[in-house]
């Protein structure tokens, strides 16, 4: 079974200071993993993702993830937070194996908060 | 990528009324997914509408309680029936991103169920 771990409800950081929002995962296979973020009254806007190749995918917004497979991560992270970049994070995998959006299972979110 | 319309946004609903969401596609889709995003938890997936035949459902959901239409490759409706507070909830419509690449989905921006 496939599942996703967002450790954090919440995370607090300055503007102009690094962001990192957690995540991690399990899979029988190998995944393909996503975050989407969620701004107030609006749908889920896709930032990043990782299929395959270099472990340190690069994505909208300034946002970069690492796919770390001996840990199971896939940590969002940017080098210098903005108050705009405020919003639900939400994180999610799919086992290479299984064909479909069907598969696709989403974290419960992690709510970023920059403050001025 | 595509673009997608949902409503109502929100509506207030009473107790075993239902309500029927709508979302419109500005592009042919093959598929049409429709989730629920309950209060701290993470997306759902409700059930994949195919044009051309029934849904399919996830478990958990049932066609009596989530009957849903899909009349051509642009437009899709989801009803939640007799209603309780139960599924108040943020339901989306979402499909392939398409051109952004596999595996991405575009979502719509969600209607914030509230049933008193």
């Known amino acids: 079974a496939q599942s996703v771990a967002q450790p954090e409800d919440q995370v607090n950081v300055a503007e102009g200071n690094p962001l990192t929002v957690k995540c991690t995962y399990s899979?029988?296979?190998?995944?393909?993993l996503f975050w989407y973020v969620q701004y107030p009254n609006r749908g889920l806007q896709f930032l990043l993702k990782?299929?395959?190749?270099?472990?340190l995918v690069k994505g909208s917004y300034g946002f970069e993830a690492e796919f770390n497979k001996s840990q199971t991560s896939f940590h969002l992270k940017k080098p210098s937070a903005l108050v705009s970049d405020s919003a639900l994070y939400f994180c999610?995998?799919?086992?290479?194996?299984?064909?479909?959006?069907?598969?696709?299972?989403f974290g419960t979110g992690t709510r970023l908060l920059v403050s001025p | 990528s595509a673009v997608i319309s949902q409503k109502p946004s929100r509506d207030i609903c009473q107790r075993g009324t239902s309500l029927t969401i709508q979302c419109q596609v500005d592009?042919?889709?093959?598929?049409m997914f429709w989730y629920r995003q309950q209060p701290g938890q993470s997306l759902t997936l409700i059930a994949t509408?195919?044009?051309?035949?029934?849904?399919?459902?996830e478990s958990g959901f049932v066609i009596d309680k989530f009957p849903i239409s899909r009349p051509n490759l642009t437009f899709s409706t989801l009803t939640v029936s007799n209603m309780s507070p139960e599924d108040s909830s943020i339901y989306l419509c979402?499909?392939?991103?398409?051109?952004?690449?596999?595996?991405?989905?575009?979502f719509g921006a969600g209607s914030r169920l509230t049933v008193l």
């Open positions: 990782y299929i395959t190749g270099d472990n």
């Open positions: 899979v029988s296979g190998n995944p393909y």
């Open positions: 592009s042919q889709v093959t598929m």
């Open positions: 999610a995998v799919r086992d290479r194996r299984n064909t479909g959006f069907q598969k696709l299972v």
């Open positions: 979402s499909v392939d991103a398409g051109s952004s690449g596999a595996n991405v989905l575009t």
């Open positions: 509408a195919n044009q051309g035949s029934e849904a399919t459902y």
